[in-house]
T-cell receptor
Framework: DTAVSQTPKYLVTQMGNDKSIKCEQN?????MYWYKQDSKKFLKIMFS???????INETVPNRFSPKSPDKAHLNLHINSLELGDSAVYFC???????????????FGSGTRLTVV | GQNIDQPTEMTATEGAIVQINCTYQ??????LFWYQQHAGEAPTFLSY??LDGLEEKGRFSSFLSRSKGYSYLLLKELQMKDSASYLC??????????WGAGTKLIIKP
């Protein structure tokens, strides 16, 4: 199936740990994103990345780092996890360009991270 | 600054019609999206407007007025499965998506 898939779906971990969330898309899109959705349901962009440029939201702590081994993957690595990092993290992809904006972004199913 | 405003929560009755409004102030405009998000799930694409007017897709319609910085999503013949959050998002001049906080729609029998 064509999709954006991310793993794991649920992640419970202790403060101070380092964890990674993986994301893969087989849509052939050039750009991938990581979003954080907090308890108030705001979707906040963390990173957008294509094979040429990484755009970082300056409010994202440097404990968060995207890693892209290739165009179809954008993983999220988090160091020294804190309680406030608990949220749902969504990966998404899009194909910027006039003709494809009609289809918007395709989201992964989300990873619910709980830091205890 | 950039801002998207939509009501936090709305309630409607099964079979009825509901209109969810969205106003925006962004640096540039390259289109407005509506997404549906069921609890615990990913947002899914509903509609995209870049020109003024009404776009109809089955039971859902979306309207845009660029001069007023305003859009609405119209849902007809409401079904219980329409209970979800509806997110308005605007693409700015850099093609970055700016998201509203979403409107939680509660459908009652």
């Amino acid at each position: 199936d064509t999709a954006v898939s991310q793993t794991p779906k649920y992640l419970v971990t202790q403060m101070g740990n380092d964890k990674s969330i993986k994301c893969e898309q087989n849509l052939g899109h050039d750009t991938m994103y990581w979003y954080k959705q907090d308890s108030k349901k705001f979707l906040k962009i963390m990173f957008s990345y294509n094979n040429k440029e990484l755009i970082i939201n300056e409010t994202v702590p440097n404990r968060f780092s995207p890693k892209s081994p290739d165009k179809a993957h954008l993983n999220l690595h988090i160091n020294s996890l804190e309680l406030g990092d608990s949220a749902v993290y969504f990966c998404a992809s899009s194909q910027p360009g006039q003709g494809d904006l009609n289809y918007g972004y395709t989201f992964g199913s989300g990873t619910r991270l709980t830091v205890v | 600054g950039q801002n998207i405003d939509q009501p936090t929560e709305m309630t409607a009755t099964e079979g009825a019609i509901v209109q969810i409004n969205c106003t925006y102030q962004t640096s540039g405009f390259n289109g407005l999206f509506w997404y549906q998000q069921h609890a615990g799930e990913a947002p899914t694409f509903l509609s995209y407007n870049v020109l003024d007017g009404l776009e109809e897709k089955g039971r859902f319609s979306s309207f845009l007025s660029r001069s007023k910085g305003y859009s609405y999503l119209l849902l007809k013949e409401l079904q219980m499965k329409d209970s979800a959050s509806y997110l308005c998002a605007v693409t700015d001049s850099n093609y970055q998506l700016i998201w509203g906080a979403g409107t939680k729609l509660i459908i009652k029998p």
